[in-house]
C-alpha cells in the first residue's frame, strides 16, 4: 500500500509539471487536533485556497470555479462548519471562527466581490450570499447564539453587520 501511495504521488507531482505556473490553482490545507475534515475543489486559472484549523470536530468546504479567486477559512476550537463557495473571476472570501458550534458560510457568484466573516464565541449562524459586482460585506459575531443573514444582488452593493453581548 505504501508503494502504491508514493507511485500516486509521484504521478501526480510529474503531471502537474506540463502545466502553465501562472495556470496553476493553489490549495494548502493544515490542520492540528482531531477529526478535523477539509474539503476543496477548484475549476479554472489561477485560484488559491488556504484552509487552516485547529481543535476537534471542525469541518470545513470550499468550491471555486473561474479566475483569480481567493478563499483562506481558518477555524479553532470545537465542532465548527465553514463552507464558501465563489463562482466568477477576482473574487475573495475570507472566514476566522474561534469557539464552539459555530457555522459560517459565503456564496459569491460574479466579479470583484469581497466577503468576510469573523465570529467568536459559541452557536452564531452567518450566511453571506452576494451575486453581481464589486459587492462587500463584513460580518463580526461575538459572544454567543447570533445570527446573521446577508443576501446582496446587483452591484457595487456594501454591508457591514456587527453583533455582541
Known amino acids: 500500500m505504501k508503494r502504491f501511495l508514493t507511485a500516486a504521488a509521484a504521478f501526480a507531482a510529474m503531471s502537474t509539471l506540463a502545466l502553465d505556473a501562472s495556470a496553476q490553482n493553489r490549495t494548502v490545507v493544515s ?65 476566522g471562527q474561534d469557539g464552539r458550534n459555530l457555522r459560517s458560510g459565503i456564496y459569491q457568484n460574479g466579479y470583484g466581490n469581497i466577503a468576510g466573516v469573523a465570529q467568536i464565541g459559541a452557536g452564531h449562524r452567518a450566511t453571506t450570499d452576494q451575486v453581481g459586482t464589486d459587492n462587500t460585506s463584513a460580518v463580526i459575531q461575538v459572544g454567543a447564539n447570533q445570527d446573521a443573514n446577508v443576501r446582496q444582488r446587483g452591484n457595487n452593493n456594501i454591508t457591514v453587520v456587527i453583533q455582541g453581548e
Open 31 to 95: 490542520q492540528w487536533g482531531v477529526d478535523n475534515g477539509a474539503a476543496v475543489a477548484q475549476r479554472g486559472r489561477a485560484n488559491g485556497a488556504v484552509v487552516d484549523q485547529e481543535g476537534r470536530l471542525n469541518y470545513s468546504r470550499a468550491y471555486q470555479e473561474g479566475r483569480r479567486n481567493f478563499l483562506r477559512m481558518r477555524q479553532g476550537g470545537t465542532r465548527n462548519e465553514s463552507t464558501t463557495e465563489q463562482r466568477g473571476n477576482d473574487n475573495l472570501a475570507v472566514t
